[in-house]
């Protein structure tokens, strides 16, 4: 499918991977919409984007905690004409910590912004793709969504349901003409790590990777129509020895790395 001139919205685009899959698909020809809660940080981006790339860059700062958020938006980009080619459900962010000593109004927040809006835009958006000219639907997934993780239990869960949505909706959506592609981050050197409260580690040295490597891995296997990638294969070859063990196993060897950071 042709991708030049074409309109992607991509969510959470204010830092980090957001930010960088923009910024691909503005090299590859793309004019994107960012949406974001932060307008300062779009407004840069989009004359960065408008600046190097010779492509249109639309603003959208809106929360997507909000009831209604993905059908507004779908009918914001509609009464500007713009017809969106690409969906990029990036926005999200963690929770590190034992569970029960989370805040539940946090845990609803975790919630709403990395399930029920990624679930809402993706019905919204890919509805009107599959009734028209097709398209392509990019979920920022995690390795965390493959094995339950302990200290990110609920986010971990969160990505899970990503992760199994996003699968199963590329079948159902492959014959009307829109590819469906999860991407699998492992550690990435973005924000993530202040918001979620968690202090870099000896294996995240190791296995972390730049959002920018990341952003062009899934934008690729987008584009290839790829079901699901894993950023890196550092993240490959840990998740291919994680499943030597059995899942109960997984979880508590990470328990044990985790429970006294």
């Known amino acids: 499918m042709k991708i030049i001139d074409q309109w992607a919205l991509v969510t959470g685009a204010s830092s980090g991977i957001g930010a960088d899959i923009a910024r691909e698909l503005a090299r590859r020809g793309m004019n994107v919409v960012l949406v974001a809660r932060r307008q300062d940080r779009l407004d840069e981006l989009a004359i960065e984007l408008r600046r190097d790339h010779s492509v249109q860059a639309d603003t959208d700062a809106c929360d997507l905690q909000d009831e209604g958020a993905a059908a507004a938006l779908l009918q914001r980009t509609q009464a500007r004409g713009r017809h969106i080619h690409v969906l990029v459900n990036n926005a999200g962010f963690g929770l590190h910590g034992n ?83 999860a991407l699998l981050p492992g550690v990435t050197w973005t924000e993530f790590f202040d918001v979620s409260g968690q202090k870099p580690t000896t294996y995240s040295r190791i296995f972390g990777m730049s959002s920018p490597d990341v952003a062009r891995i899934g934008v690729k296997a987008m584009l290839a129509e790829r079901h699901s990638v894993i950023a890196g294969w550092r993240n490959w070859f840990a998740i291919g020895l994680a499943r030597v063990f059995p899942r109960h196993v997984r979880a508590w060897l990470t328990w044990q790395v985790n429970k006294n950071r």
């Open 99 to 181: 569970f029960i000593d989370q805040d539940t109004a946090d845990l609803r927040q975790l919630i709403q912004v990395n399930v029920i809006a990624l679930m809402e835009l993706t019905h919204a958006f890919g509805k009107v793709m599959a009734e028209h000219d097709g398209g392509y639907i990019l979920q920022v997934a995690s390795i965390a969504g493959v094995n339950p993780l302990p200290s990110y239990a609920a986010y971990a869960a969160t990505k899970a349901f990503v992760l199994s949505l996003s699968e199963a909706i590329a079948h159902e959506l492959g014959d009307r003409k829109v590819a469906v592609t």
